[in-house]
């Protein structure tokens, strides 16, 4: 049982570039969602998927894209990296349910030159 | 606005002493409250949380949290605090409104000095 997995572990961008971080769980969990994590500020919600096929935006979701096509899989695209979201991104897994905790992947981090 | 904050950045504590790391939150209705602990470049990991019932809740590692809902606020404490619980400590609160999102606070720092 690996739990919440992300790749990369880390990865530079230009302005510009897009790329997609992956992210899967192997707990059948329906709730999965996108953090991002700046220095001072907490953890913000960028996406947030309750099952396949259905996504929904958070707090900060402008520049991302994300789609949900398992109950396994669910992708962050950045459409064209800014400086901006050079940011730590954390996956989150869990029953879909406000009582149940979150299951987090080890992070990417993101640098965008 | 919903919101959770941690109106300390930092606590330090000399090991073997009680720790409180405190955490308050505004939301609407009845929340779901819990605690997330971040070592060194590794993600979040759940330590415990508040659902209904007995105020105080025990979780990992030691750690206990009193939910008080009069002063809407839920403090992570632990008796006896070791230099490995060094890290940074969040208070969440999960709301059933469009989908079951999970607002953050900013964490705190823990330092526990030998």
């Known amino acids: 049982n690996a739990g919440v997995t992300q790749t990369p572990k880390f990865q530079v961008l230009k302005t510009g570039q897009s790329m997609t971080l992956q992210c899967a769980q192997d707990m059948n969990h329906e709730y999965m969602s996108w953090y991002r994590q700046d220095p001072g500020m907490g953890l913000r919600l960028i996406h947030y998927?309750?099952?396949?096929?259905?996504?929904d935006q958070g707090e900060v979701p402008n520049g991302y894209n994300v789609s949900r096509s398992t109950t396994e899989d669910f992708p962050l695209r950045l459409l064209s990296a800014a400086p901006s979201q050079t940011s730590v991104y954390f996956c989150?897994?869990?029953?879909?349910?406000?009582?149940?905790?979150?299951?987090f992947g080890p992070g990417t981090r993101l640098t965008v030159t | 606005a919903q919101s959770v904050a941690q109106p300390e950045d930092q606590v330090n504590v000399a090991e073997g002493n009680p720790l409180t790391v405190k955490c308050t939150y505004s939301v609407s209705g009845n929340p779901y409250l819990f605690w997330y602990v971040q070592y060194p470049n590794r993600g979040l990991q759940f330590l415990l949380k508040y659902i209904t019932g007995d105020n105080l809740v025990k979780g990992s590692y030691g750690f206990e949290a009193e939910f008080n809902k009069s002063q809407t606020s839920f403090h992570l404490k632990k008796p006896s605090a070791l230099v490995s619980d060094s890290a940074l400590y969040f208070c969440?609160?999960?709301?059933?409104?469009?989908?079951?999102?999970?607002?953050f606070g900013a964490g705190t720092r823990l330092f526990v000095k030998a």
């Open positions: 969440a609160v999960r709301v059933n409104t469009g989908g079951f999102k999970t607002i």
């Open positions: 989150a897994s869990s029953l879909l349910a406000g009582s149940y905790e979150q299951y």
């Open positions: 998927s309750v099952g396949a096929g259905i996504t």
